[in-house]
């Protein structure tokens, strides 16, 4: 944690140099002490330490210096930082000053010079004001600082890639938080540059890409090596798990996903089912562990960072990225997962980070505080996001086309949403229309058997709807079924053009492809469990195939 400032101006340099020790030596521990000479240079600091997130506790001031008095300085600093104590020092000519200092700007304190000893005439008086000043202290959010719209489909990726990627940040409501407007004119922005983020270390960066701001947060988008023995893609639970498995096993292994690590399970809030963990655990729990787990063992891990196609050349395959960049390895796995699919309805689509999310729940929860929200899905994802919205939210309806959820969802959270007050189950409902202005206001719902239609009040909309594999880049001949999930195994036996494309002696290992050394992992496979362990288990499988597979080769 940053420590709060005393900030110490004295153009005397001996002055300056006795004050700055005595308060070293008392105070040094709980506080940053800065001393200058230059109330010009003082002037100039004060903003950079408000773009750092930094705070002043207390001013310390000479009245008499050359540049202007030190209540001069002290109404300066008062407008950059009004919570801090200010304090003079004075010559025993300067009293007059001093008093009228008090109204002008409502000086705490004037200490005469000599201040010795410290213990009786300086320490005191900085101990009561300190005190005081700690009393009503609140530490800034040390971190990134996200400033932009509420109901802003950018603010909203921003949001999501940040919170994919673990990164804490403080999101800022510009038109409901004061601090976001103060950042903004601190450092010369308009709200027509925003969503911006404000770094650490104070720069800000205004409307920035996924890209550009995770090249700027130390995310890795560019490959190290020239060849690798396993290129994973996807680093959902499929991905991790092949990951961790491939590093300790001593294969030079690289991970490569397009947002963030995690997938689906890493937006869950709680997994309670996961082998090990009796009282569950959050999808960003389990994705921090395994990410930190797979580069102990040497995993490259590169995101954001977008691959567009794979070409087999003899015994190597060529990985393309969206940036022009091209990664060489021995072996792949496919761990792309799926994504949810959309509702097919316009009225919605114009309100897409505006109150309707895809997923989405851990991330935007806490904007509909109190409000009414509505979730689409009768699966563990929706039954999870429901849960998670139910702490902030009013009332949380799920929407689902079936009777009920019994036979979609895992009975544990059936008997978790029953037992929740504020949670009603709408079964044999869908949503027809979305309305709202600039923002998701109303649904209309209609019942699927009297196909009666109502309108409701809703803040947001959450949905949590079917899945569609990530597989619409892959352009090479790989076997998928009708949905677009990839075939592997003995299954590919099944499809009228595997003899085709499959041109090797022995039959396709069980995760493997039709193309030689490309394996399939996780939800994006046909067949596929579409639960978190399973996603775990077939990623190791896959790294003992991908074994046998470079042992041939």
């Known amino acids: 944690m940053k420590l709060p400032i005393i900030f110490a101006i004295d153009d005397d340099p001996q002055v300056l140099q006795a004050i700055q020790q005595d308060l070293r030596k008392k105070y040094r521990k709980q506080y940053r002490i800065i001393a200058t000479s230059s109330v010009q240079e003082a002037i100039d600091s004060l903003p950079e330490f408000k773009k750092k997130g930094e705070e002043v506790a207390l001013f310390l001031s000479d009245q008499r210096m050359p540049e202007m008095t030190g209540v001069e300085f002290l109404m300066q600093a008062r407008k950059i930082f009004p919570n801090a104590k200010r304090t003079l ?50 530490p800034a959010f040390e971190g990134l600082k996200l400033i932009g719209y509420q109901f802003s489909s950018q603010s909203h990726e921003l949001k999501d890639f940040l919170a994919g990627n673990l990164f804490p940040y403080q999101w800022l409501d510009i038109e409901n938080d004061a601090q976001a407007q103060e950042l903004l004119d601190l450092h010369g922005k308009t709200r027509n540059d925003l969503p911006a983020v404000v770094l650490e270390e104070g720069a800000i960066m205004t ?102 196609s794979i070409k087999p050349q003899g015994l190597y395959k060529h990985i393309s990225m969206a940036d022009g960049s091209e990664v060489v390895a021995r072996a792949i796995v496919l761990s792309t997962g799926v994504a949810y699919h959309k509702l097919e309805n316009e009225s919605l689509d114009k309100f897409t980070g505006a109150g309707v999310y895809y997923g989405a729940a851990t991330t935007e929860a806490y904007a509909f505080r109190g409000k009414p929200v509505y979730v689409v899905g009768g699966g563990n994802s929706a039954g999870q996001g429901a849960m998670y919205l ?138 596929a469990m579409n639960r978190v362990a399973s996603a775990v288990g077939e990623g190791a499988m896959a790294v003992s195939f991908v074994h046998k597979y470079l042992a041939e080769n």
């Open 207 to 308: 409307r920035p890409t996924i890209a550009e701001l995770g090249e700027k947060l130390g995310l890795q988008p560019k490959a190290t090596q020239s060849l690798y023995d396993l290129a994973i893609i996807g680093a959902g639970p499929a991905g991790l798990a092949a990951a961790v498995y491939g590093g300790s096993e001593g294969l030079k292994t690289i991970l490569i996903d397009k947002r963030a690590p995690g997938g689906q399970a890493g937006t869950s809030s709680r997994i309670e089912n996961y082998l090990g963990f009796p009282n569950g655990l959050s999808g960003a729990d389990l994705t921090r562990r395994a990410i930190t787990q797979a580069q102990r063992f040497g995993v490259e891990f590169l995101a954001p960072q977008e691959v567009i």
């Open 89 to 138: 020092l004075t010559a025993y000519s300067d009293t007059d000053a001093a008093v009228r200092a008090i109204n002008e700007v409502q000086l705490d304190y004037y200490i005469a010079k000599p201040w010795d000893p410290p213990e009786e005439k300086l320490y005191p008086v900085l101990d009561d004001l300190l005190d005081d000043w700690q009393s009503d202290y609140r």
């Open 390 to 527: 139910s702490r902030t939210a009013s009332e949380v309806f799920i929407c689902v086309r079936r009777p009920d959820l019994s036979e979609t969802m895992s009975q544990y959270l059936i008997d978790q949403i029953g037992r929740t007050p504020n949670i009603t189950v709408l079964g044999c409902t869908e949503i027809v229309e979305g309305l709202g202005n600039e923002q998701l206001e109303c649904l209309i719902l209609e019942n699927m058997d009297s196909h009666a239609r109502r309108k409701v009040q809703a803040a947001g909309l959450f949905i949590f709807i079917g899945t569609k594999p990530f597989t619409d880049w892959i352009e090479m001949d790989i076997i998928k079924d009708a949905k677009g999930f990839i075939a592997t195994g003995r299954d590919l036996g099944r499809y009228a053009d595997f003899k085709q494309v499959w041109k090797h002696d022995r039959e396709p290992y069980l995760l493997e492809t039709c193309s030689a050394g490309i394996f399939a992992a996780g939800d994006v496979r046909a067949g």
